[in-house]
């Protein structure tokens, strides 16, 4: 497992060359990444990753690594999800690292969850729904179009990114960050929304512990609220 800090680029490079048993070239880190920033970002759990330029192909062989179950590719090869949906974009991006919860019965939320102030702003002012049960500050009970088209705005409005540097996970980053960076990913009986498109205005889903955790993948009505879907912003220092 990885760590999520800073480190030399040879290092990196040769760590994850290691892991994925392949040559890999990290890019320069970028002039954003000052202290400063870094330690402010850290307060909302934000933490700097470095993806590689690969495809995780189902045919791959990487020892240890969980990789995306059956369906997920099944659905590349019939056209329901990108053709490059196993592709990582090779960049810098700052993950959320906020640990999750087990779903209970609608009212659970993310251990000290550091986005709960904005997303209970957006629910006190009517922007974003819930349920009866729902806690204002959980981010759970948001659909999918909502975090697309409001939470992730209001994110980077906060943080001062541009609004197309903060957006939702695909379903191939939760993998890789799962296998390479963040323990804590896929250990929790919810599932997380995921960026990417299905058919025709649907979108993907997963990481539910019970269905494989990390190899988790399927698909939900990007309108659908589910009390035990949640989501996390990510934010793309790739041009």
């Known amino acids: 497992m990885l760590l999520p800090v800073i480190v030399s680029q040879y290092d990196l490079s040769q760590v994850l060359a290691s892991r994925l048993r392949m040559p890999v070239l990290v890019d320069p880190i970028p002039l954003e990444f000052t202290p400063e920033n870094l330690a402010r970002w850290a307060k909302f759990g934000l933490r700097p990753v470095f993806l590689p330029d690969v495809e995780i192909t189902e045919d791959m062989d990487i020892p240890g690594w969980t990789k995306p179950g059956r369906w997920f590719y099944d659905q590349i090869g019939n056209g329901k999800i990108r053709a490059d949906s196993a592709k990582l974009f090779q960049g810098w991006y700052l993950t959320d690292f906020s640990i999750g919860t087990d779903c209970t019965n609608g009212t659970q939320v993310f251990q000290d969850d550091p986005f ?83 058919g025709d205005s649907s979108r993907l889903s997963g990481g539910d512990c019970g269905d494989g955790g990390l190899s988790d993948v399927y698909c939900c009505g990007s309108n659908s609220r589910s009390a035990d879907i949640a989501g996390r912003p990510l934010v793309s220092f790739v041009s």
């Open 116 to 198: 709960s102030l904005v997303i209970a702003s957006l629910r006190e002012h009517e922007k974003i729904g819930k349920f009866d049960n729902t806690p204002y500050g959980s981010r759970f009970a948001i659909t999918n179009d909502e975090w697309r088209n409001v939470v992730c705005p209001s994110i980077a409005e906060e943080l001062g990114f541009r609004p197309e540097q903060v957006r939702l996970e695909r379903a191939i980053e939760f993998n890789a960050i799962g296998n390479l960076y963040d323990p804590n990913r896929g250990k929790f009986n919810i599932l997380e929304w995921f960026e990417d498109i299905f």
